[in-house]
């Protein structure tokens, strides 16, 4: 007999369940026809993800047999905690290590957006979180960024270092020339003021391009 959800996770811990099992365990029933393990898979073969699961848009749930009011609600009530739980976990850390610490906390913030925004996290010279912000917020397939901005922002916080990142709603996290020649830009502007930039993330869906890893920065 296949172990139930609850039971599995109580007996192995919530790393041994399937994208599907807890999903299931959230959504607690199905739809009529069909028990809620079954629906939770068929979510997530519609979807083609559990991110585009708990990203996805009041139109296209409404196309789904079975959500209603309770179960849309449930699931960005998911996607939001799980925001929650990134931002928090970030601006607790004593100190970040490597940039790529903080790139879990920017996929929640960033992949599931259909539109481009900039984020940036300011650190201290210890590498400690001051603060994480949105930037600027532009189009489907464009943002205009101001270094100037980023760093007055910068020097309000005190910021000895900063973290960029954006994303691209393609879902292709492949920098544009654009993309580089801001980065250039910014790190040139943060240069003036001794403030170091770190890396820039750019967030796809499933995917990110750092230009740190690239030697870039």
């Known amino acids: 007999m296949t172990e139930k959800p609850r039971e599995k996770l109580l007996a192995k ?3 041994a369940l399937t994208n599907s099992e807890l999903l299931a365990l959230f959504l607690r029933t199905g739809c009529p026809g069909m028990p809620v393990l079954d629906f939770a898979h068929h979510l997530l073969s519609h979807f083609g993800s ?3 699961v708990m990203s996805g848009s009041q139109e296209q749930y409404s196309a789904i047999k ?10 960005y ?8 739980f990134y931002q928090e976990q970030l601006l607790c850390q004593e100190m970040i290590s490597d940039p790529a610490e903080a790139y879990h906390y920017l996929l929640s913030q960033l992949a599931h957006l259909e539109r481009e925004v900039f984020q940036v996290v300011f650190l201290d010279n ?3 979180v001051l603060q994480a912000q949105t930037m600027f917020q532009g189009t489907i397939n464009s943002v205009e960024v101001h270094p100037r901005e980023i760093v007055k922002e910068a020097l309000r916080y005190n910021a000895a270092a900063i973290i960029l990142a954006h994303n691209h709603p393609s ?11 801001i980065t250039q830009q910014i790190q040139k502007a943060c240069r003036l003021f001794n403030i170091a930039a770190l890396d820039h993330f750019v967030i796809g ?6 230009f740190a890893q690239r030697g870039w920065l």
């Open 205 to 210: 869906r499933g995917e990110f391009f750092s």
């Open 126 to 128: 210890r590498h400690r």
């Open 66 to 75: 079975g959500i209603g009011e309770s179960k849309l609600c449930q699931l």
């Open 77 to 84: 009530a998911i996607a939001e905690l799980a925001k929650r």
């Open 171 to 181: 879902g292709v996290a492949k920098p544009s020339e654009a993309d580089k020649h």
């Open 50 to 52: 559990l991110q585009a």
């Open 13 to 15: 811990g919530a790393s």
